[in-house]
């Protein structure tokens, strides 16, 4: 089996208000990208997990790792033996080791089939887990994991997606967020007039824990794209184009003026 772990990336991310159990109540669209992790599993007799790529050597515990966690929680007979090529970099906003989670869920699914209650499995392994599942452009509340579906009418654009090489964990991120509830997202189902009306309100605590986002957000506006915006926590910031010769030249331009920082070119899903 063959799954690829699309990366995540939040078109808007409202936060509303920080709730009685520590988390926070958000608004966001979820969006994925036609590129990310890949993942490579057999069935076995025992569950395994082995990793490679740019980033494999981050995941210093597999047993600690999200994919085996998902593996644990999905009742099966046998074992599945993976095999990860970690593309994505970590604490990344990109849903990395989520949208890792969600691949085996399609694994398992395609193998075994999954049991009833799998989306609250999923919550539990991660806020961002049941939206990577399927990896559809949705709209997330709650915590992220309360979905609705939506008709996407920015599907096949060309994305770039940017980050510094600066790990940037989500937990400092949103104790850094002033409390201010700037709204909900707009009152439609249109997801391109979302995403331009839209904010991610967790940009300005990200930039102040990693200078490095403001700098990357500022080189990808001097090609003018459609739209550019951090995703979730960040550091990772991505640029939507109108054409893929847009984002290519963007992404060249970029590379030569900084070769240090991370890329990763793709299109919505």
């Known amino acids: 089996m063959h799954e690829t772990a699309y990366a995540k990336i939040n078109l808007a991310l409202h936060v509303r208000k920080r709730r009685d159990d520590g988390y926070h109540e958000l608004e966001t ?84 089939g999954l049991p009833d209650d799998w ?32 008709e996407s009418d920015l599907t096949g654009m060309p994305v770039l997606l940017v980050n510094p090489r600066v790990p940037l964990p989500t937990g400092p991120v949103f104790k850094g967020w002033d409390t201010v509830d700037r709204g909900p997202l707009p009152d439609t189902r249109e997801v391109s007039r979302i995403a331009r009306e839209g904010r991610n309100d967790l940009e300005a605590p990200a930039i102040a824990l990693c200078p490095e986002i403001a700098d990357v957000l500022g ?15 960040g550091a990772t910031c991505f640029a939507l184009y109108e054409t893929a010769e847009v984002r290519d030249n963007a992404a060249q331009r970029i590379h030569s003026a900084h070769p240090e920082w991370w890329q990763m070119k793709g299109r919505l899903r």
């Open 29 to 112: 669209v979820f969006a994925f990208v036609d590129a990310g992790d890949e993942l490579v599993a057999t069935l076995a007799q025992a569950d395994s997990l082995h990793t490679t790529g740019e980033f494999g050597s981050a995941l210093t515990d597999p047993f600690d790792n999200i994919v085996m966690q998902a593996l644990g929680a999905l009742p099966r007979p046998g074992g599945i033996a993976i095999t990860l090529e970690k593309n994505l970099p970590v604490a990344a906003g990109l849903g990395g080791g989520s949208a890792d989670a969600g691949a085996v869920f399609r694994m398992v699914r395609e193998a075994h």
């Open 119 to 150: 989306r609250e499995r999923a919550a539990r392994l991660g806020a961002d887990v049941p939206a990577c599942v399927d990896s559809d452009t949705c709209i997330g509340t709650g915590t992220g994991t309360e979905l609705v579906p939506l």
């Open 219 to 233: 080189e990808l506006r001097k090609d003018a794209p459609w739209l550019a915006r951090m995703s979730g926590s």
